[in-house]
């Protein structure tokens, strides 16, 4: 049987052209064209962790490389700390305590990590614990000399096997005033009694600590003067995730 021919459709009405060319159409928006352009996700899986003083901006850098690149994100647990409220209060009684507390969940962030076939990233870092808030609360009183042997020994075994990052981006505040602002503007409740000599005595720290990182840990780390530029949007936005593209390619 001979398949049934399609029904021929009847002509269409020809109109004259318009005298009025189509309008242009609208550029791309420059960042958006920028982004296209200079920002690349890396091919391979890659593992990145965001380092700084409390108040630099890690969450939001984090937050934009996550979207940015299409990272898995690893937040700070710090709001679901359990410690963190009464360490505030009494910094001698619970230095010891939310030291080790930060020390588990970042083992177990690392742990996840390693189990993710995606790029991750990571807000602040395994190490800035024993390499800064461990000897500095140490230094202030609020450790004693036993508690910061047996922080040590906790950190040597339950990193002993775990992967390092690939890259961090260490974000460099040298102002505890600029600190002291994102601070109140963020509006943490358990953060209002920091105060600007603390800032300064972690800053202190913080300065050395790219330094540590390649050294003694073998981490490749880019520091970031972040006082002025604001990455949330605009040109500081668009030049801080080139700067990571360029870091992590």
């Known amino acids: 049987?001979?398949?049934?021919?399609?029904?021929?459709?009847?002509?269409?009405?020809?109109?004259?052209?318009?005298?009025?060319?189509?309008?242009?159409?609208?550029?791309?928006?420059?960042?958006?064209?920028?982004?296209?352009?200079?920002?690349?996700?890396?091919?391979?899986?890659?593992?990145?962790?965001?380092?700084?003083?409390?108040?630099?901006?890690?969450?939001?850098?984090?937050?934009?490389?996550?979207?940015?690149?299409?990272?898995?994100?690893?937040?700070?647990?710090?709001?679901?700390?359990?410690?963190?409220?009464?360490?505030?209060g009494d910094m001698s009684r619970w230095s010891f305590t939310l030291q080790l507390e930060f020390l588990i969940r970042r083992v177990e962030h690392h742990e996840l990590i390693h189990s993710v076939r995606k790029s991750c990233v990571q807000d602040r870092t395994l190490y800035e614990d024993p390499e800064i808030f461990a000897k500095y609360l140490h230094g202030l009183g609020h450790m004693t000399n036993a508690e910061l042997d047996l922080y040590y020994e906790y950190f040597q075994r339950l990193s002993r096997h775990i992967v390092r990052p690939d890259k961090v981006?260490?974000?460099?505040?040298?102002?505890?005033?600029?600190?002291?602002?994102?601070?109140?503007?963020?509006?943490?409740?358990?953060?209002?009694?920091?105060?600007?000599?603390?800032?300064?005595?972690?800053?202190?720290?913080?300065?050395?600590?790219?330094q540590v990182l390649q050294e003694k840990y073998g981490v490749d780390c880019l520091v970031v003067d972040v006082s002025k530029q604001d990455i949330r949007r605009g040109p500081g936005r668009e030049e801080f995730l080139d700067r990571v593209s360029a870091f992590l390619a």
């Open 1 to 88: 049987m001979s398949r049934p021919t399609a029904r021929a459709r009847p002509a269409t009405r020809t109109e004259p052209p318009s005298s009025k060319a189509p309008p242009p159409a609208a550029p791309a928006p420059k960042s958006a064209a920028r982004n296209a352009l200079k920002v690349k996700v890396p091919r391979a899986k890659r593992f990145v962790a965001l380092a700084g003083n409390i108040g630099a901006g890690k969450t939001t850098a984090a937050k934009l490389i996550s979207q940015g690149f299409g990272f898995e994100l690893f937040d700070e647990p710090v709001i679901d700390n359990r410690f963190l409220r009464d360490y505030y």
């Open 169 to 210: 981006i260490c974000f460099d505040v040298s102002s505890e005033d600029v600190l002291l602002q994102r601070i109140r503007t963020r509006g943490r409740a358990e953060e209002k009694g920091i105060g600007k000599q603390f800032l300064k005595g972690l800053n202190g720290y913080y300065a050395g600590f790219p």
